[in-house]
Protein backbone atom coordinates (compact mmCIF):
# COMPACT_ATOMS: atom_id res chain seq x y z
CA UNK A 1 0.00 0.00 0.00
CA UNK A 2 1.28 3.29 -0.94
CA UNK A 3 1.77 5.43 2.26
CA UNK A 4 3.33 9.33 2.55
CA UNK A 5 3.55 10.01 6.10
CA UNK A 6 4.64 13.21 7.44
CA UNK A 7 6.13 14.40 10.66
CA UNK A 8 7.41 16.87 12.72
CA UNK A 9 5.43 20.05 12.81
CA UNK A 10 4.82 22.00 15.89
CA UNK A 11 4.50 25.54 17.14
CA UNK A 12 7.46 27.86 16.50
CA UNK A 13 8.29 31.14 17.61
CA UNK A 14 8.71 33.49 14.23
CA UNK A 15 12.89 33.24 13.53
CA UNK A 16 12.73 29.73 14.21
CA UNK A 17 13.19 26.39 12.29
CA UNK A 18 11.53 23.28 12.09
CA UNK A 19 12.46 19.82 10.13
CA UNK A 20 9.30 18.16 8.53
CA UNK A 21 10.09 14.83 7.41
CA UNK A 22 7.82 12.51 4.60
CA UNK A 23 8.16 8.58 5.45
CA UNK A 24 7.24 7.00 1.76
CA UNK A 25 6.44 3.46 1.37
CA UNK A 26 4.61 0.93 -1.10
CA UNK A 27 6.48 2.35 -4.51
CA UNK A 28 9.68 3.03 -5.96
CA UNK A 29 10.79 5.51 -4.16
CA UNK A 30 13.65 6.46 -6.94
CA UNK A 31 11.16 6.73 -9.76
CA UNK A 32 9.05 9.69 -8.14
CA UNK A 33 9.37 13.50 -7.55
CA UNK A 34 8.73 14.03 -4.23
CA UNK A 35 6.84 18.04 -3.10
CA UNK A 36 5.86 19.61 0.03
CA UNK A 37 2.81 21.71 -0.61
CA UNK A 38 0.98 23.95 2.37
CA UNK A 39 -2.36 24.89 3.02
CA UNK A 40 -3.10 27.97 5.36
CA UNK A 41 -7.17 28.11 6.20
CA UNK A 42 -8.63 29.47 3.53
CA UNK A 43 -5.93 29.22 0.83
CA UNK A 44 -5.01 27.22 -2.01
CA UNK A 45 -3.05 24.65 -1.51
CA UNK A 46 0.57 25.65 -2.93
CA UNK A 47 3.77 24.14 -4.03
CA UNK A 48 6.55 24.82 -1.61
CA UNK A 49 9.89 22.64 -2.35
CA UNK A 50 9.98 19.70 -4.76
CA UNK A 51 13.20 16.92 -5.39
CA UNK A 52 13.56 14.38 -7.83
CA UNK A 53 14.85 11.41 -6.24
CA UNK A 54 16.35 9.99 -9.07
CA UNK A 55 18.81 12.76 -9.37
CA UNK A 56 18.68 15.10 -6.29
CA UNK A 57 17.10 18.11 -8.72
CA UNK A 58 15.20 20.46 -6.80
CA UNK A 59 12.59 23.50 -7.37
CA UNK A 60 11.64 26.16 -4.71
CA UNK A 61 9.12 28.37 -4.77
CA UNK A 62 9.73 32.23 -4.49
CA UNK A 63 8.20 32.58 -0.97
CA UNK A 64 10.63 29.96 0.87
CA UNK A 65 13.85 30.31 -1.41
CA UNK A 66 16.83 30.74 0.94
CA UNK A 67 14.84 30.09 3.78
CA UNK A 68 14.11 26.17 3.45
CA UNK A 69 16.01 23.14 2.53
CA UNK A 70 14.31 20.17 0.73
CA UNK A 71 16.74 16.90 1.19
CA UNK A 72 16.44 13.23 1.47
CA UNK A 73 17.83 10.17 2.73
CA UNK A 74 16.84 7.42 -0.42
CA UNK A 75 18.01 4.24 1.90
CA UNK A 76 15.25 5.48 4.47
CA UNK A 77 12.66 6.41 1.77
CA UNK A 78 12.38 9.79 3.59
CA UNK A 79 12.34 13.45 2.63
CA UNK A 80 12.94 16.14 4.36
CA UNK A 81 12.00 19.86 4.36
CA UNK A 82 14.37 22.04 6.68
CA UNK A 83 12.61 25.33 7.61
CA UNK A 84 14.78 28.43 8.97
CA UNK A 85 13.63 32.23 9.34
CA UNK A 86 10.10 30.57 9.68
CA UNK A 87 7.61 33.91 9.58
CA UNK A 88 4.00 33.68 10.54
CA UNK A 89 2.90 33.50 6.90
CA UNK A 90 4.46 30.31 6.82
CA UNK A 91 1.79 29.35 8.80
CA UNK A 92 -0.16 26.24 7.24
CA UNK A 93 -0.66 22.41 7.07
CA UNK A 94 2.47 20.87 5.29
CA UNK A 95 1.89 18.08 2.60
CA UNK A 96 4.16 15.95 1.00
CA UNK A 97 3.55 14.14 -2.26
CA UNK A 98 4.69 12.18 -4.84
CA UNK A 99 4.49 12.18 -8.80
CA UNK A 100 5.92 9.99 -11.43
CA UNK A 101 7.97 13.00 -13.12
CA UNK A 102 11.26 13.25 -14.11
CA UNK A 103 11.40 17.01 -13.07
CA UNK A 104 10.75 18.46 -9.99
CA UNK A 105 7.59 20.78 -10.85
CA UNK A 106 5.88 22.87 -7.46
CA UNK A 107 2.50 21.94 -9.90
CA UNK A 108 0.23 19.79 -7.58
CA UNK A 109 -1.50 18.43 -10.46
CA UNK A 110 1.83 16.43 -11.25
CA UNK A 111 1.49 14.60 -8.14
CA UNK A 112 -0.78 10.72 -7.17
CA UNK A 113 -0.03 10.60 -3.86
CA UNK A 114 -0.73 12.78 -0.74
CA UNK A 115 0.11 12.31 2.93
CA UNK A 116 -2.52 13.57 5.78
CA UNK A 117 -0.31 16.96 6.53
CA UNK A 118 1.03 17.94 9.56
CA UNK A 119 0.51 21.25 10.91
CA UNK A 120 3.62 24.05 11.26
CA UNK A 121 1.90 27.24 13.63
CA UNK A 122 4.54 30.40 13.53
CA UNK A 123 3.78 32.85 16.19
CA UNK A 124 4.91 36.22 15.79
Known amino acids: EVQLVESGGGLVQAGGSLRLSCAAS????????IGWFRQAPGKERQGVAC????????DYADSVKGRFTISSDNAKNTVYLQMDSLKPEDTAVYYC?????????????????WGQGTQVTVSS
Open 26 to 33: GFTFDDYT
Open 51 to 58: MSSSDGST
Open 97 to 113: AAGPIRLPSTNRQHYTY
